[in-house]
């Protein structure tokens, strides 16, 4: 089992960023795809975007493209999602999850394997 913790989350003006962190102390992180995902109140956990296990290719839900990035740095065991242009409805909890690349479908589908507890990010008018 793969324990992943988010952090970074928050609350912002609207138009504001913030950058959230997923992290792990597991020695296979770096060789995990990983996802990020949020949950509005009341509503469906939805797929925002994932980057692969080396970083060479990203993949990102139309909702968020040209806001939101996804990078990381496997020195440090942590996925990082930026987030730019803020806006209410962004407000939710923000997850991040794992996919194990050598198992199920190819990329660029994405199917968590591993969950964290998320991280509440509140966007204020």
């Known amino acids: 089992q793969v324990q992943l913790v988010e952090s970074g989350g928050g609350t912002v003006q609207a138009g504001g960023s913030l950058r959230l962190s997923c992290s792990s102390s597991?020695?296979?992180?770096?060789?995990?795809?990983i996802g990020w995902f949020r949950q509005p109140p009341g509503w469906e956990r939805e797929f925002l975007g994932a980057?692969?296990?080396?970083?060479?290719?990203?993949n990102y839900a139309d909702s968020v493209k040209g806001r939101f990035t996804i990078s990381r740095d496997n020195t440090k065991n942590t996925v990082y999602l930026q987030m730019n242009s803020l806006k209410p409805e962004d407000t939710a909890v923000y997850y991040c999850?794992?996919?194990?690349?050598?198992?199920?479908?190819?990329?660029?589908?994405?199917?968590?394997?591993?969950w964290g507890r998320g991280t509440q990010v509140t966007v204020s008018s």
């Open positions: 999850a794992a996919d194990r690349p050598w198992y199920g479908a190819a990329w660029p589908t994405f199917e968590p394997d591993y």
């Open positions: 597991d020695s296979t992180f770096s060789s995990l795809n």
């Open positions: 980057i692969t296990w080396t970083a060479s290719s990203t």
